[in-house]
């Protein structure tokens, strides 16, 4: 996925979903179906663009690439334990949701590409195995295979930043940068839950600020990955 990972990576990250979907795409089509992007995201909309991490990432202000996968689902589809939590403002909701991201077959190339050529004794400490994935909570400076930090979380989202190692510029501007909102909100008249994955990518280093950090081809990878990841999120919290 671009906006996930380096474009020296993105073959390698996106054969999965963006292979899946040209090779079979009707098959594709009905895997990840349900999955849309929100037009409406935008800095006017969404309060991630003013969070203080991303500000710090981007001091010259250039343009970046953003979106929003979502996944609409219905209270009576999602497991009982993890909707009687978040009802009662509970974080097991939005943790299942990650845990499924990151630990089900979505990420599985990615990760085990990040184990081969960056795995090392300085960042063994990294979550790096599926059912640890799958098991943790997801707070404040957890680490996923070298790749991802969580900068921030809430009962109901968690913020990821990726791109490069956490351990490259941890408070500064990065050539290829990513942030990642993972969230789960509830609408208790209607009766869903609607689960997003919210990408924002931008280039901190570079004086273009009218160059957008992905384009045409790319921006169809991403958007595939995208829709996989969600896939594999919310089913991991339904019933």
Same mark, same amino acid.
């Given at each position: ?75 009576d589809r999602i497991r009982p334990d993890l909707l009687e939590d978040a009802l009662s403002g509970g974080s097991k909701l939005v943790e299942t949701y990650s845990a499924g991201v990151w630990g089900r077959y979505a990420f599985v190339p990615q990760r085990k590409i990040m184990e081969k050529v960056r795995k090392s004794e300085s960042n063994a400490g990294d979550i790096w195995d599926k059912e640890e994935l799958l098991r943790t909570t997801y707070p404040a400076g957890t680490i996923?295979?070298?790749? !991802? ?6 009962? #109901? ?5 990726? =791109?490069?190692? $956490?351990?490259?510029? &941890? ?23 609607? !689960? ?6 931008? #280039? ?5 600020? =009218?160059?957008? $950090?992905?384009?045409? &081809? ?22």
């Open positions: 996925m671009a906006s996930f990972f380096s474009r020296a990576r993105l073959a390698a990250f996106s054969r999965v979903a963006a292979g899946t979907a040209v090779a079979a795409p009707a098959v594709f089509h009905l895997w990840t179906r349900q999955c849309a992007f929100d037009e409406s995201f935008s800095p006017a909309t969404d309060p991630i663009f003013q969070h203080p991490f991303l500000k710090k990432a981007n001091p010259k202000n250039n343009s970046y690439f953003h979106d929003c996968c979502y996944r609409t689902v219905p209270f996923i295979a070298d790749d !991802f930090i969580v900068l921030d979380k809430s009962t #109901n989202c968690i913020i990821l930043r990726g =791109g490069e190692s $956490p351990r490259v510029a &941890p408070g500064g501007p990065r050539d290829m940068d990513t942030y990642i909102t993972l969230t789960a909100e509830l609408d208790r008249d209607a009766r869903v839950a609607k !689960f997003k994955l919210k990408s924002v990518v931008l #280039n901190g280093m570079s004086d273009g600020k =009218g160059l957008l $950090p992905l384009g045409g &081809p790319e921006v169809f990878l991403h958007q595939q990955y995208a829709k996989l990841l969600v896939t594999a999120g919310v089913d991991h919290c339904t019933a």
